[in-house]
C-alpha cells in the first residue's frame, strides 16, 4: 500500500487526507484494493460511528479512491475489494433518525460507493458481485439509498436481465412496499421469473390509479407481455382490467390485453361486453379492438355468436371505413362457424359485389330475416310472452337498422343524390334500384378482397355450424394483420389471376403508414408544442460508447440565421445522447409533421431513421415499426429526460427558440443587442467571483477575484485592487467544458459553485447566489463558443 495511504489510514492522520489528491491516480492505483481494506476495518469499529474524525479520514479516502478507479478504469481488478465494503455497510444501521434528513456514517459510505459499482452495469463480472448486494439495500430503510439503487438496477435490467432476474421476488416486494421506480424493471425480468409476478398480479393491478403516469407505461407494459405470453393468467383480472377503460390514458393498451385473453379466454369477457361497448361509444378508435373481443366471444357458442353479430354488424352501418376491413374478418368468421345464422349461402354475399355498401345490406337483411323467423317460433312455442315488452334482438336490429340507414343517406348526399325517398335504403326492405357506388380507401378493398377469397377457397368444402366449448376457440383463425393464402385454381382467367395477385401484394399492410394516417391530428398538435421544448437535430449518427460499452446517438444542431455574429456560423453544436430510441422517434414525428400526406415504411427519411433503428435494437427488442406504432407521441417523462440532457451539456445556454424565427437560434442571433456589445468592445459580462484553487469539496480555500469575460478571455483581477490584472488569464479557446460542481445531497458547502476545464488546469468559482451562477455559465459557454468559432473561420481562410 502507498506510504501516504499507510499514514492516513493506520494513524487516521486527517491533516494528511488532503495529500492523497496531489498523488496521480496510476501511483496508487495498485494501492487501492488493500486501502478498502483497511477502511473496512475502520469502519466496522465498535466507535466509529460517534468518532468524526475516523468518519472524516474514511469519506476523504473513499472518495480519492472512487475516483482513480473511474479514471484507470479499473474497477474489475478492484471490485471485490469494493463491493465487500459495500456490502459490511449492511450490517450497520442504514435508517436516518426519524425525523431527520441526516444519513448515518454507514449510509454515507454506501452511498459514496454506490454509483462508482452499479454506473460499470455494462461490465458483467461487476455486475455479478454487485446486483446481489444491491438488491439487499431495497429493504433497508433508507429511502434515499434506495432510490439511487433502484435506478442503477434498472439500467442493469437493459444488459444483465439475468443476473437480475434471480432477485425478482426481492424487486417485486420492494415494489409493493412502494417502491414504484422498480416498476421498470419487472417487464424485463418477466420472461425469467413469470411464475414470481404471477402470484402477485392482484395486488400490482390495484395500484394502478396511485402510479404517476410513467409508473403506469411500465406496469401496462408488464401486462402486455403477461397478456401475450400467459393470458389465461389474466383471467382472473379481467373485471379490474375492464373498469380501468374509462381513463383514456390506459384504455388503448389495456384493452390491447384484453383482446389477447379474449382469444383464450372468451367466456371471462361475455359478461362484461355492455361495458365494452359502452367504451367503444366513449373513444371511436378503440372499436376495433371491442369488435375483436366480440368476435372471440362469439366463438362459444350459436347464441353467443348471435349476439356479437348483431352487434357487429350494427356497426358497419356508423363507423369509420378504417375498420371496415377488420369488422367484416370478425364477421365472416362468425358466419363460417355458424352458417344457420343468416339462414345458408354466405359466400354469395361476400362475392356478390365489389361495394362494401351492397355486402353489408345483404348481411343486415339476412341477419334479420332469420331473427323473425327465430322469433315467430319462440312465439308460437310460448304463447304468454307480452308483445309489450318486445324482444331485445329486434331492438338492437331497430338501432343497427337505424344507424345503417343514416350512413346511406349520408353517402347518398356526398355523391350529390338528394335523399329522397324514394331512394332511401333500409335493412328492411330490398334495393329496387342501383346507385353510384360510392368509393372507399385502402383498408376497405383489402377487406372485401380477403373475405371473397376466402369465400373462394371454401367452395370444395362443407358448412361447419360448430358446437365447440370455449376451450377450442384457439382454433379461430382471425387477424387483419394476416395475408390470406391464395385460393385453388377455380378457372380464373390470366389477366383476372395477375389483378388478384396485384391486390395480394397490396394486401401487406404497412403498419406506420396507417399509424399516421390515423395520428396526423394528434402528431401535428404535439409537434406545434414539442418545437418550444425540444429541438429537432439537424444530422444523426449512431456511435460506439466508450464509457458505457452500448451505443449513443451523436446529434448536430445549427442556426438557421447565422448572422454575422453566429456561434456556429462556420460549424455545429455536437451532443452524444444515451437515449437515441428517443432522438429517433422525435425526428420521425417532425418528419410526418412537415409532411401533407401520411408516411410510409418506404420513404426515403423513414428508410433512413429506421436504419438508425437498426443499428441501436438489442436483440430481441421490437422492430422499428412496431416501436413507433406503440404510441402517437412520446410521454412526458421523455421530453423532460431528454431536456435534462440538453441542460447537462449546456445546450440552452447557447440556443434559445425564436418564435419570430421559427426555430432553435443561437445565443448571439437570437440577442443581436450582445453582439453590438461585442462589436463595440463591452465586456460580455464582469463582477466579483470567488474563486478555489483545489477542487474538492472538502477544502475550503476561496479568493475573492474580480472577473471580465471579453473577448477570447477571460481575465481575473484581485477584488481590492481592479487595475492589476492576473499574469496568465483564461483563454476561451482552451476551455474544454464548463459546468455546475455536483453535489450530494445532504453536501450544502457548493451551491453557487461551477467548474471550468481546460486542457492544463481546473478552475471552481463561486458566484453570489444561484441566478448569478447560471447568468455566468450562460455568458462563459457563449464566449467559448464564439472562440471555437473565430478560431473554424480563421482556419478556413488560411487553406
Not at 159 to 173: C, K, N, Q, R
Amino acid at each position: 500500500m502507498h506510504q501516504l495511504f499507510r499514514q492516513v489510514l493506520g494513524k487516521r492522520d486527517l491533516s494528511r487526507a488532503g495529500d492523497l489528491f496531489s498523488l496521480e491516480d496510476a501511483e496508487i492505483e495498485g494501492s487501492l484494493s488493500e486501502a478498502l481494506d483497511n477502511i473496512k476495518v475502520i469502519a466496522c469499529s465498535p466507535d466509529y460511528v460517534s468518532n468524526g474524525n475516523d468518519q472524516a479520514v474514511v469519506e476523504i479516502c473513499i472518495t480519492r479512491i472512487t475516483t482513480a478507479i473511474r479514471e484507470t478504469s479499473s474497477i474489475e481488478r478492484h471490485g471485490t475489494s469494493l463491493v465487500g465494503l459495500w456490502e459490511s455497510c449492511l450490517e450497520h444501521n442504514l435508517t436516518p433518525q426519524e425525523g431527520g434528513t441526516e444519513d448515518t456514517p454507514h449510509a454515507k459510505i454506501a452511498s459514496d460507493i454506490t454509483s462508482c459499482i452499479l454506473q460499470n452495469y455494462s461490465r458483467p463480472s461487476v455486475m455479478a458481485l454487485a446486483i446481489p448486494v444491491a438488491v439487499r439495500f431495497l429493504q433497508r430503510g433508507n429511502r434515499e439509498l434506495s432510490r439511487n439503487m433502484s435506478s442503477y438496477l434498472s439500467l442493469a435490467a437493459i444488459v444483465e436481465v439475468d443476473l437480475l432476474a434471480e432477485h425478482t421476488e426481492a424487486i417485486m416486494l420492494s415494489v409493493l412496499g412502494g417502491n414504484h421506480m422498480l416498476l421498470r424493471v419487472l417487464p424485463s425480468v418477466y420472461p425469467r421469473q413469470p411464475e414470481a409476478i404471477h402470484c402477485h398480479l392482484h395486488s400490482l393491478l390495484a395500484m394502478m390509479l396511485q402510479l404517476e403516469s410513467p409508473e403506469q407505461q411500465h406496469l401496462i407494459r408488464l401486462i402486455q407481455a403477461v397478456a401475450e405470453k400467459h393470458p389465461v393468467i389474466l383471467s382472473p383480472q379481467v373485471p379490474r382490467l375492464v373498469s380501468y377503460l374509462e381513463y383514456q390514458c390506459l384504455s388503448e393498451a389495456l384493452l390491447g390485453a384484453l383482446v389477447d385473453v379474449s382469444q383464450a379466454s372468451p367466456s371471462s369477457l361475455f359478461g362484461l361486453l355492455p361495458a365494452l361497448r359502452i367504451v367503444g361509444q366513449q373513444f371511436p378508435a378503440l372499436l376495433g379492438h371491442v369488435a375483436k373481443i366480440h368476435g372471440s366471444v362469439g366463438v362459444i357458442s350459436k347464441a353467443h355468436a348471435h349476439s356479437s353479430l348483431v352487434y357487429l354488424v350494427s356497426l358497419l352501418g356508423s363507423v369509420e371505413h378504417s375498420i371496415h376491413h377488420m369488422l367484416l374478418l370478425e364477421i365472416r368468421a362468425l358466419t363460417d362457424r355458424y352458417p344457420s345464422l343468416l339462414g345458408g349461402g354466405t359466400k354469395d354475399i361476400y362475392r356478390m359485389s365489389n361495394s362494401f355498401t351492397a355486402i353489408a345490406r345483404q348481411l343486415g337483411r339476412r341477419l334479420e330475416d332469420n331473427t323473425t323467423s327465430h322469433c315467430r317460433i319462440h312465439e308460437a312455442s310460448s304463447p304468454s310472452v307480452s308483445p309489450a315488452g318486445g324482444n331485445r334482438t329486434e331492438q338492437q336490429l331497430q338501432v343497427s337498422n337505424k344507424a345503417f340507414e343514416d350512413k346511406m343517406m349520408e353517402e347518398a348526399g356526398q355523391q350529390g343524390a338528394p335523399p329522397t325517398p324514394e331512394r332511401h335504403y333500409g335493412l328492411t326492405q330490398a334495393v329496387r334500384e342501383e346507385r353510384r357506388e360510392i368509393r372507399f380507401n385502402r383498408s376497405t378493398s383489402l377487406a372485401l378482397h380477403a373475405v371473397r377469397s376466402w369465400s373462394i377457397s371454401s367452395d370444395t368444402g362443407e358448412d361447419n355450424e360448430g358446437n365447440q366449448a370455449a376451450s377450442n376457440s384457439e382454433n379461430k383463425v382471425i387477424n387483419s394483420e394476416t395475408t390470406t393464402a391464395p385460393a385453388p385454381d377455380t378457372g380464373v382467367t390470366e389477366p383476372e389471376r395477375m389483378d388478384r395477385d396485384g391486390k395480394e401484394e397490396e394486401e401487406q399492410p404497412d403498419k406506420l403508414f396507417i399509424h399516421l394516417r390515423d395520428n396526423m391530428e394528434t402528431i401535428t398538435e404535439f409537434c406545434k408544442s414539442l418545437m418550444h421544448q425540444i429541438p429537432t437535430p439537424d444530422h444523426c449518427t449512431i456511435e460506439d460508447s466508450n464509457s458505457t460499452g452500448g451505443r449513443v446517438a451523436r446529434l448536430s444542431f445549427s442556426c438557421p440565421v447565422k448572422s454575422p455574429y453566429c456561434l456556429y456560423a462556420k460549424s455545429c453544436f455536437y451532443l452524444s445522447s444515451r437515449q437515441p430510441d428517443l432522438w429517433i422517434h422525435i425526428m420521425l414525428l417532425q418528419l410526418q409533421c412537415k409532411s401533407s400526406i401520411p408516411l410510409c415504411s418506404k420513404d426515403d427519411g423513414v428508410e433512413k431513421l429506421s436504419s438508425l433503428w437498426e443499428k441501436i435494437q438489442l436483440k430481441g427488442a421490437h422492430s422499428f415499426p412496431m416501436t413507433m406504432t406503440q404510441h402517437a407521441t412520446l410521454h412526458q417523462k421523455d421530453l423532460d429526460s431528454l431536456q435534462i440532457e440538453l441542460e447537462e451539456v449546456r445546450f440552452l445556454d447557447l440556443f434559445a427558440y425564436s418564435e419570430e424565427g421559427g426555430g432553435w437560434l443561437c445565443f448571439m442571433c437570437s440577442n443581436p443587442e450582445k453582439a453590438t456589445g461585442v462589436k463595440e468592445g463591452q465586456p460580455l459580462m464582469e463582477g466579483k467571483l470567488k474563486e478555489k484553487h483545489v477542487r474538492w469539496k472538502f477544502i475550503k480555500r476561496w479568493k475573492t477575484r474580480y472577473f471580465t469575460l471579453a473577448g477570447n478571455q477571460l481575465l481575473f483581477r484581485r477584488a481590492k485592487a481592479k487595475n492589476e490584472l492576473e499574469d496568465v488569464p483564461i483563454e476561451l479557446s482552451k476551455v474544454q467544458s464548463v459546468k455546475i460542481v455536483a453535489r450530494k445531497r445532504r453536501d450544502r458547502s457548493l451551491p453557487r459553485a461551477f467548474e471550468i476545464f481546460t486542457d492544463s488546469k481546473t478552475y471552481v468559482l463561486k458566484a453570489q447566489d444561484e441566478k448569478h451562477a447560471e447568468e455566468w455559465l450562460q455568458c462563459i459557454n457563449v464566449a467559448v463558443a464564439q472562440a471555437r468559432e473565430r478560431e473554424n473561420h480563421e482556419a478556413t481562410t488560411y487553406l
